[in-house]
């Protein structure tokens, strides 16, 4: 326990501007939206086919109705979506390589206390942490709702947010096990710590890149390959919108999980205890 809140209040700083700037976002994005509900849905259709397949696809609009509720959320959630995969990375990195980057490794594991339980206790708090972002993102999004006067389904539009909250939360699970295990590899070898940290933050700029390339097929059983990819599409906007959920790339995501903290794990028990 002494280890897992000792992790919380290490992480307490960085969780508390992520979650200020997720509700900025969210209480911007609801009264960007009661200016486009209240204006001509026409106009603002013809306006996002004027642009290129590619740069709706850069920007998440690609297949989404902005004028509906649904659709606008999706985009806004696009955006959150990457800011979370980059705190899951950074929360990931830091329970694993934290005393490497304070130079306390050495007074940590001394303790009566084995390796697997110190990064039990690390990622578990990694995960409350990003439990907490994902409640945050939920809660504040659900209050920005009253503010939409005109807003005919209130229900159906809760689900929505309640739905996407649960794709975030699982999104940053793979993202945080992808780092996680990269990181925990990479520790035993020179400059790991800089390594582990760049292959978790590019693999959310490869998952990006590969979303968009998805985004971009009008035929998306071309671009499988592509989803594969990016698991900010293993369940599409629409996939989340309609309460579907992708089986095959379901199953993906709990393998990639299961796999890399079983490596995590692995490589964290064998790793040197030198410093680099």
């Given at each position: 326990?002494?280890?897992?809140?000792?992790?919380?209040?290490?992480?307490?700083?960085?969780?508390?501007i992520?979650?200020?700037?997720?509700?900025?976002?969210?209480?911007?994005?609801?009264m960007?939206?009661e200016?486009?509900?209240?204006?001509?849905?026409?106009?603002?259709?013809?306006?996002?086919?004027a642009?290129?397949?590619v740069?709706?696809?850069?920007?998440?609009?690609?297949?989404?109705?902005m004028?509906?509720?649904?659709?606008?959320?999706?985009?806004?959630?696009?955006?959150?979506g990457?800011?979370?995969?980059?705190?899951?990375?950074?929360?990931?990195?830091?329970?694993?390589?934290?005393?490497?980057?304070?130079?306390?490794?050495?007074?940590?594991?001394?303790?009566?206390?084995?390796?697997?339980?110190?990064?039990?206790?690390k990622?578990?708090?990694?995960?409350?942490?990003?439990?907490?972002?994902?409640?945050?993102?939920?809660?504040?999004?659900?209050?920005?709702?009253?503010?939409?006067?005109?807003?005919?389904?209130?229900?159906?539009?809760?689900?929505?947010?309640?739905?996407?909250?649960?794709?975030?939360?699982?999104?940053?699970?793979?993202?945080?096990?992808l780092?996680?295990c990269?990181?925990?590899?990479?520790?035993?070898?020179?400059?790991?710590?800089?390594?582990?940290?760049l292959?978790?933050n590019?693999?959310?700029?490869?998952?990006?890149?590969?979303?968009?390339?998805?985004?971009?097929?009008?035929?998306?059983?071309?671009?499988?390959?592509?989803?594969?990819?990016?698991?900010f599409?293993?369940?599409?906007?629409?996939?989340?919108?309609?309460?579907?959920?992708p089986?095959?790339?379901?199953?993906?995501?709990?393998?990639?999980?299961?796999?890399?903290?079983?490596?995590?794990?692995?490589?964290?028990?064998?790793?040197?205890l030198t410093?680099?």
């Open positions: 326990m002494n280890i897992l809140i000792r992790e919380l209040k290490s992480n307490a700083k960085p969780l508390v992520w979650s200020l700037v997720v509700i900025l976002f969210n209480v911007a994005g609801v960007k939206f200016g486009i509900a209240g204006g001509d849905p026409q106009s603002v259709r013809q306006l996002t086919e642009f290129p397949k740069a709706l696809a850069v920007m998440g609009i690609s297949d989404l109705d004028t509906t509720f649904a659709g606008y959320y999706a985009v806004l959630m696009f955006y959150v990457i800011m979370a995969a980059v705190y899951a990375v950074a929360l990931a990195v830091h329970a694993v390589s934290r005393e490497m980057m304070d130079g306390t490794y050495e007074f940590l594991f001394v303790r009566p206390v084995s390796r697997a339980v110190i990064l039990t206790c990622l578990v708090a990694a995960l409350i942490d990003a439990v907490i972002f994902t409640v945050v993102d939920l809660v504040s999004a659900l209050l920005c709702l009253p503010m939409l006067d005109g807003l005919s389904d209130v229900s159906g539009s809760a689900m929505v947010i309640v739905r996407f909250a649960i794709w975030m939360l699982a999104m940053m699970l793979v993202f945080g096990a780092a996680a990269a990181c925990a590899v990479c520790l035993g070898a020179e400059h790991g710590l800089e390594r582990g940290s292959i978790g590019s693999a959310v700029v490869v998952a990006y890149c590969a979303g968009v390339a998805y985004d971009m097929f009008s035929d998306h059983d071309a671009s499988v390959v592509a989803r594969v990819l990016s698991p599409r293993y369940a599409t906007p629409q996939d989340v919108i309609d309460g579907r959920i089986v095959p790339f379901a199953i993906l995501g709990v393998v990639i999980v299961v796999v890399c903290f079983a490596v995590s794990y692995i490589a964290f028990l064998r790793r040197d410093s680099r």
